[in-house]
């Protein structure tokens, strides 16, 4: 049952219920931003140390200087001048006051004030450098594992208990994990945590963007996206000064989760967040459905309508909806039957991450030329925010297929350009490629994610999102692994990724064009709907239009013949079942309140 067929979800049909569920779905937005980009802040790269002094191993003779001068006989030096070593002590065989020599810190360390503006930090408390520096990259690494393994383990919990129950649910784990969290009393307690909370928090996030998509109608959907994205963006910003309000990575930890319970609180009720009307007719979940779609178009109900066909509609549900079938879920597991998702799936999860890996790259290139630490992230999220805006008019005019085959090709071109030229282009073009670089791939990863929303199927629209999304977080691993290493990685890591750019260009002719109008429903309504560049005999039967434009108003999908029109919606099942399709479309008719009812009403009359 194709709800954008029978007019569910219309520009028509866009009421005060639907205006409001998807406003209060941006809101969340800024609270799973707060808790993802949390870590970054907590475990930035650690602040300038050096060994705190020991009265005991100095001869006695230095025992009784203070300030710069115990410095001075404690602390060796490194090259530059008036660098101390961070990491090891000066060594005193007796009593003689010159050293022969180093050895490790015996008391601990001092630090500076770290540049992110917390005062006191997880590297700060337990002392994660010199020999414990791995500990930091490890610490990003389970972090983002966790980001993973929740995309792909809750990505599959959406399509088998629901959006919303998987989204309530997550959220209620974090704020338990989170809690725990600021409470760790020790290093390993933290690391394990976080990889739970980060897991937890990523499998909200994707099942409220699913939520969210699957309640918009066509007309709205890709405009309501990203504006969602411009919330992600604000809680990524004010995560910078809950830091300095909070200034201790406790607190900031404990207001990030209160946050969290705050949403758990007001988005626990259906009212702000229906369960998803597509997902319970696709499991076949008829009583549920009924109630969510009545709910949703309350507001248009007629109350002058005479209750006699309120009686009738009633009956007429009952007869709909008196099917005793059992719920039927699916698996991701069915999507190998299905050869032309599953190549979707894959070629679109080596679009994230490319999207989201090639970021480092870009970045690199632009950090001399950028005061250190917070203009980064502004610098990053204002170009997120300038490519999500860009996105609306790019997909409307040339649609999704051609606007993320652009955003590629100009990701690409100046990967290659930085890769080749970089020692012979003046400074002003370097930063003028590494933005636009930048803001490429900042617009090819978001649309990606976008573009697989509206081509996989509902069935498998929270599973197949999770692959896509886990791949794109692995993309991002790649990042504290870099900042760890020597120079030369770097240019290879950006070598590799210039290299596989090109190829996704080749792989993007071969997705379909997402047209952005009805979404697929069932697996085999998505293998219908695949058409590609590279396969021109199928243009044929969709008629005298290049599949970069707007489709045309007629469709035909397995014999089911449909037109899509301001007067008519007229559906031929291969079951043949004239009266249930009949009972279904005066129920929309009357409660969605279009203009059709009146006609509905009148073709009975002449039938009777």
Aim: hydrophobic share 45%; glycine share 6%.
């Amino acid at each position: 049952m194709d709800l954008d067929a029978l007019g569910v979800f219309t520009s028509r049909t866009w009421n005060a219920r639907l205006r409001l569920v998807v406003a209060a779905s941006w809101l969340p937005n800024v609270a799973l931003a707060l808790a993802l980009n949390s870590d970054w802040l907590m475990f930035a790269a650690p602040p300038a140390h050096h060994c705190r002094p020991d009265l005991a191993l100095l001869p006695p003779t230095l025992r009784s200087l203070a300030g710069p001068a115990l410095l001075n006989v404690s602390l060796p030096r490194l090259p530059p001048p008036g660098t101390w070593s961070p990491c090891r002590l000066l060594r005193y065989p007796g009593p003689d006051p010159e050293p022969n020599g180093t050895r490790p810190c015996t008391r601990g360390w001092e630090f500076a004030r770290p540049a992110s503006g917390l005062l006191r930090t997880p590297i700060i408390q337990w002392n994660l450098v010199c020999e414990d520096t791995w500990k930091v990259p490890l610490q990003q690494i389970i972090y983002l594992l966790g980001w993973l393994l929740g995309c792909m383990i809750l990505g599959s919990a959406c399509d088998r208990y629901g959006r919303r129950t998987t989204f309530v649910t997550s959220l209620a784990l974090a704020t338990v994990l989170g809690s725990g969290i600021a409470l760790s009393v020790n290093y390993p307690m933290l690391l394990s945590l976080r990889l739970f909370f980060g897991a937890t928090v990523a499998g909200a996030f994707l099942s409220l963007y699913v939520a969210r998509l699957e309640i918009c109608d066509p007309d709205h959907r890709l405009s309501v996206t990203m504006v969602s994205n411009f919330f992600f963006i604000v809680g990524t910003v004010a995560v910078l000064g809950l830091a300095v309000l909070c200034q201790d990575w406790r607190l900031l930890q404990g207001v990030v989760t209160f946050i969290l319970g705050l949403v758990l609180l007001f988005w626990g009720f259906p009212f702000l967040l229906p369960e998803s009307p597509r997902w319970l007719v696709v499991t076949q979940q008829l009583e549920r459905a009924k109630r969510a779609l009545w709910r949703m178009a309350e507001t248009n109900f007629n109350p002058n309508e005479p209750s006699s066909m309120n009686i009738a509609l009633d009956k007429g549900l009952d007869r709909l909806f008196s099917m005793k079938s059992l719920p039927q879920y699916h698996s991701i597991c069915e999507v190998f039957s299905a050869h032309l998702t599953w190549r979707n799936i894959l070629i679109l999860s080596f679009i994230s991450l490319l999207g989201h890996g090639i970021r480092y790259s870009f970045l690199q290139y632009l950090l001399p030329f950028l005061p250190p630490f917070y203009m980064p992230s502004f610098l990053l999220n204002g170009l997120e925010g300038l490519a999500s805006l860009l996105l609306i008019p790019m997909a409307w005019c040339y649609g999704r297929r051609a606007t993320l085959l652009l955003c590629t090709v100009i990701t690409s071109l100046t990967s290659l350009f930085l890769l080749s030229l970089y020692q012979f282009l003046p400074m002003w073009t370097v930063i003028f490629l590494s933005g636009l670089g930048l803001l490429a791939s900042h617009a090819m990863s978001v649309f990606c994610i976008f573009f697989s929303s509206e081509i996989l199927p509902t069935v498998l629209r929270g599973a197949g999102l999770g692959i896509i999304m886990a791949a794109g977080f692995l993309g991002q691993a790649a990042i504290p692994i870099m900042n760890f290493s020597k120079a030369p990685s770097f240019f290879l890591h950006h070598l590799i990724f210039a290299s596989f750019t090109l190829l996704s260009l080749l792989c993007i002719l071969l997705l379909p064009e997402s047209q952005g109008r009805n979404l697929p429903e069932s697996l085999e309504d998505a293998e219908d709907r695949q058409s590609s560049l590279l396969f021109l005999p199928f243009w044929a039967t969709q008629g005298p239009h290049v599949p970069l434009l707007p489709p045309p108003h007629q469709r035909t999908y397995r014999g089911r013949q449909q037109h899509s029109g301001p007067g008519a919606s007229v559906s031929s099942p291969e079951n043949g079942d004239q009266r249930h399709e009949s009972i279904w479309n005066t129920l929309l008719a009357q409660a969605l309140g279009t203009r059709r009812a009146r006609r509905v009403r009148v073709m009975q009359a002449h039938s009777q």
